[in-house]
Nanobody, 115 residues
Framework: QVQLVESGGGLVQPGGSLRLSCAAS????????MGWYRQAPGKQRELVAR???????NYGDSAKGRFTISRDNAKNTVYLHMTSLKPEDTAVYYC?????????WGQGTQVTVSS
């Protein structure tokens, strides 16, 4: 089992910045992908950013140029640095690990972009 704990969500004004953190613990054996997804009300969950096997990064279209994913391997932690936030970025952000053909999800952290 892998446990994921997210933090860093909250209320931010349009144009502002926020950093999310996700700490992984448990049976971290062979992580293939680790990253962030989000789900807005009435919409499907979508990729925000992730590290893939081999160290590459994938970004969803809405995140390109504004969000940056980073990680601290020693702490099994990934971060999502979000800048130039827009109201349409409002969603629950979920940390995800894909390991040994299984997806693990955090509990989610709410990000609200509003003036």
């Amino acid at each position: 089992q892998v446990q994921l704990v997210e933090s860093g969500g909250g209320l931010v004004q349009p144009g502002g910045s926020l950093r999310l953190s996700c700490a992984a613990s448990g049976s971290i054996i062979s992580v293939y992908n680790m990253g962030w997804y989000r789900q807005a009300p009435g919409k499907q969950r979508e990729l925000v950013a992730r590290f893939t096997n081999g160290g590459n990064t994938n970004y969803g279209d809405s995140a390109k140029g504004r969000f940056t994913i980073s990680r601290d391997n020693a702490k099994n932690t990934v971060y999502l640095h979000m800048t130039s936030l827009k109201p349409e970025d409002t969603a629950v952000y979920y940390c995800n690990v894909y390991q040994l053909f299984r997806n693990y999800w955090g509990q989610g952290t709410q990000v609200t972009v509003s003036s």
